[in-house]
């Protein structure tokens, strides 16, 4: 992914998002991080991405913010809330997306 130019955002930075915006962002890629309740956490330490199959990762720092106005506006918005939360979307997409953006959904529940 590194070199690619495209830029990243991640909405909802759980399992899903932190994963696969911490692989994007380990490989090279600019990644802007949404938290809800670890924004403090994460901020005064990074993140962490563990996984057995593809090995442990590190980031002492990234791009984390606690709210989406904060954000710059993004090529790809990566979905990673969980779909009980998809009526928020409306109020968050437009703030972070290019006009020619893509949205890519990663989500638990049903009907994403």
């Known amino acids: 992914m590194s070199g690619s130019g495209l830029t990243y955002a991640i909405i909802g930075t759980g399992a899903l998002g932190g994963y696969y915006g911490g692989r994007l962002a380990h490989g090279g890629a600019e990644v802007h991080f ?5 924004f403090d956490h994460v901020a005064k330490h990074g993140l962490v ?3 057995n199959q593809h090995g442990d990762i590190a980031l002492p720092t990234i791009n984390a913010y606690r709210q989406v106005a904060d954000m710059p506006r993004c090529d790809v918005v990566v979905v990673g809330l ?3 939360s998809n009526a928020a979307l409306a109020g968050l997409l437009p703030g972070v997306m290019k ?10 529940g049903l009907g994403p």
């Open 34 to 38: 949404l938290f809800h309740s670890d």
């Open 49 to 51: 991405v563990e996984s």
């Open 82 to 84: 969980k779909t009980t």
């Open 99 to 108: 006009d020619d953006g893509v949205v890519l959904t990663l989500q638990n």
